[in-house]
C-alpha cells in the first residue's frame, strides 16, 4: 500500500543545544554529532559524549545512506505511516519514517537515503526512502 | 547489604473495576490501600512508608499522604511507568532494611478509559519542558503499540519468530482469565483468533495488545517483626533488582530488555535460579513483552521464546510455567496503563495459595515477578522481584 493521503507533521521543539541540527536540515543535509576524543558519533545528538562524557563534540555531515534495522506500518492511524530505527552509514541508529515507498514490501535490513519532508511550521524531518 | 529476607509482602488488593466513571483518582488510590491495609490486619496508622508513581495526582506523596490522612517518615515517587511498583516493593526493603520505615504502602490508580485516552495509538503529547530525545521522535509519531512493534519486527527477521507463536501467550492469558470474574476479557481465544484480529501496527494484532481499564491496587511491605505478628501467609523478597536501558546513544538493540540484568541480579540475590520458578508474573503489555523479558530472564535462550511459549506452555497445569493466572494486562486489567502492581499481586495470591482454584499452582513457594515501564523499543525502565512463601 503506497502512502496516498497527507500526513501532517508536528515540528520539532528545538532546543539551543541542537539548532544547528535544524538548520542543517532546512538545507536538506543531515547532521550527525561526533566526538573527537572516542572517535564516535551518536544520535539523538547532545554537546557531551555519551560514550567517553568527553564535552570535544563536534557536527559532522552524514552521507545520509543507511538500511533499516526495524519498522513498523502504523495501520491503526488516519494516514497509515511507516516508523522504525534506521543504522546510519556513519554508525548510529536514529528514529525516522520511511517514506515514499510499498509499505508492504518493506523489509529489515533494507538500504535506505535520506529524504526531507516539511513539517507544519517548523525545519523539515529527515526521513528515509528505499535506496 | 542485600534485602533477602529483609521485608515481607503481607497486604495486598486490587480494585475490582474496570471502568471508574464516578470515582475520583485521589479515591482510587485510598480504597486500594484500605483494602490492602484490611488484607493485612494493619490500620492507616501502622504505615510510616509510602510509594507512589506518576499516576498519583499532584506531587503523589504529598497529595496522597494528606488525603488519606497519613504520617509517614519516608516517601519514594520513582517512576519508571509499569515498572514502577515493582520496584517500589525493592525500594521499600531497602527503606525497611536500613531502619527508614517498618509499615510501607504502595499505591496505583487511573481512569484512562473513563477519561477516553488513545492510550497505545496517539503519540503522547508533551507537556511542560520537552525532554531532550523528544525532537528527535515526537514529529515521527512513535506510539506505544508502534515501538513494541518494532522489537517485534526484529525480533521476527533476527530469530524467525512468528506471530502465530506470539499468539500463544495471549492464549494463554485467555486461559486463565476465564476464571477470573473481574477479567475484562473472560473468553477463551485460539491463535487463530489472534492472528487473525485487525493489524494495529505490524506485526502487532489487536489481540496481541493488553486490555485498557480503570482502576488500580495496592501492596503493603513489612519489616520481620510485623510480618511475624500478622495473622497472614508470610511472603518473603529474596531479590529485587532494576535498570534503565536506553538507545546507548544510538547503538540501538530492540532483540533484548533491561530484564537481562534485572533477572540476572535478582537471582543471585536470591541465591535461586529460574527453573526454580514455579509461578512467573510476567509484564504483559503486548504478546512481545512476555516474549522478550521470558528470555531475558533466562527462561529460555535468547531467540527461542517463540518455541517457549508455543502449545500452552504457560497455560497453568497444561504447560512447564504458569504465567499471568489472573488473566494479565492481556486479558484481565491494566489499570492506569501501567501492569506493574497487578503483576506482584498475583504472585503473591499464588504464593499464599489463593489463585482460582482453576488456575492455582501446586506446592507454589517460589515465584518471580517482572515488570517493564516505557516502551520496549524507544527506552524503559525494567524490575525484577523474587518471593518465596515462608
Known amino acids: 500500500m503506497a502512502e496516498t493521503k497527507e500526513r501532517k507533521l508536528p515540528p520539532p521543539a528545538i532546543s539551543e543545544e541542537t539548532q544547528a541540527y535544524w538548520d542543517a536540515a532546512g538545507k536538506g543535509k543531515l547532521l550527525v554529532r561526533k566526538c573527537t576524543s572516542c572517535g564516535q558519533a551518536h544520535h539523538y545528538p547532545r554537546t557531551i559524549c555519551p560514550f567517553c562524557f568527553s564535552d570535544k563534540t563536534e557536527w559532522v555531515e552524514a552521507s545520509g545512506k543507511g538500511t533499516i534495522y526495524s519498522y513498523s506500518v502504523m495501520r491503526r492511524a488516519p494516514v497509515p505511516y511507516a516508523i522504525g530505527y534506521v543504522t546510519l552509514a556513519e554508525g548510529p541508529r536514529m528514529l525516522t519514517n520511511i517514506v515514499d515507498c510499498d509499505f508492504d514490501k518493506l523489509k529489515c535490513d533494507q538500504a535506505v537515503t535520506v529524504v526531507f519532508k516539511p513539517t507544519d511550521g517548523g525545519p523539515p524531518l529527515p526521513m528515509f526512502t528505499p535506496a | 547489604m542485600s534485602i533477602k529476607g529483609k ?63 497519613l504520617k509517614v517518615r519516608h516517601v519514594d515517587s520513582t517512576d519508571t511507568g509499569g515498572s514502577s511498583y515493582v520496584l517500589h516493593v525493592g525500594h521499600a526493603a531497602e527503606a525497611i532494611a536500613s531502619g527508614k520505615c517498618k509499615v510501607a504502602l504502595i499505591t496505583l490508580a487511573g481512569r484512562p478509559r473513563a477519561e477516553g485516552m488513545a492510550t497505545g495509538t496517539v503519540p503522547r503529547s508533551r507537556g511542560g519542558t520537552p525532554t531532550p530525545d523528544d525532537p528527535f521522535e515526537f514529529p515521527y509519531g512513535p506510539t506505544v503499540v508502534n515501538m513494541y512493534a518494532n522489537c517485534a519486527m526484529r525480533h521476527m527477521y533476527e530469530f524467525g519468530t512468528t506471530s502465530e507463536q506470539l499468539a500463544w501467550i495471549k492464549v494463554a492469558a485467555s486461559h486463565h482469565a476465564q476464571y477470573n470474574p473481574h477479567a475484562l476479557l473472560k473468553d477463551v481465544v485460539t491463535v487463530e483468533e489472534v492472528v487473525n484480529s485487525p493489524m494495529i501496527s505490524d506485526p502487532l494484532h489487536r489481540l496481541d495488545c493488553c486490555v485498557i481499564t480503570d482502576g488500580g491496587g495496592a501492596i503493603v511491605v513489612v519489616a520481620p517483626e510485623i510480618a511475624a505478628k500478622l495473622n497472614r501467609p508470610k511472603i518473603k523478597l529474596l531479590g529485587a533488582s532494576e535498570f534503565i536501558k536506553t538507545q546507548m546513544g544510538g547503538k540501538v538493540d530492540l532483540t533484548y530488555s533491561g530484564a537481562r540484568f534485572t533477572g540476572a541480579a535478582a537471582f543471585a540475590e536470591a541465591g535461586v535460579k529460574p527453573s526454580d520458578m514455579k509461578y512467573a508474573s510476567i509484564y504483559d503489555s503486548f504478546t512481545i513483552t512476555v516474549l522478550m523479558q521470558l528470555e531475558d530472564l533466562g527462561f529460555c535462550e535468547k531467540g527461542k521464546g517463540g518455541a517457549f511459549v508455543a502449545d500452552g506452555n504457560l497455560i497453568s497445569g497444561v504447560g512447564k510455567l504458569p504465567f499471568n493466572t489472573d488473566g494479565g494486562g492481556l486479558c484481565s486489567n491494566h489499570p492506569a496503563n501501567r501492569g506493574g502492581l497487578t503483576k506482584v499481586l498475583e504472585a503473591v495470591r499464588q504464593l499464599r495459595g489463593e489463585a482460582h482454584p482453576k488456575v492455582q499452582v501446586k506446592n507454589c513457594d517460589l515465584a518471580i515477578a517482572h515488570g517493564t515501564g516505557g516502551s520496549l523499543g524507544l527506552r524503559h525502565g525494567s524490575a525484577t522481584v523474587i518471593l518465596e512463601r515462608e
Open chain 2, 7 to 69: 521485608a515481607y509482602i503481607a497486604g495486598i488488593y486490587e480494585h475490582p473495576t474496570r471502568l471508574a466513571k464516578d470515582i475520583s483518582l485521589a479515591q482510587i488510590h485510598a480504597q486500594c490501600a484500605k483494602g490492602a491495609l484490611e488484607d493485612a490486619g494493619l490500620t492507616k496508622d501502622d504505615v510510616d512508608g509510602y510509594f507512589c508513581a506518576g499516576d498519583a495526582p499532584g506531587l503523589g506523596p504529598m497529595s496522597m499522604v494528606e488525603y488519606m490522612g
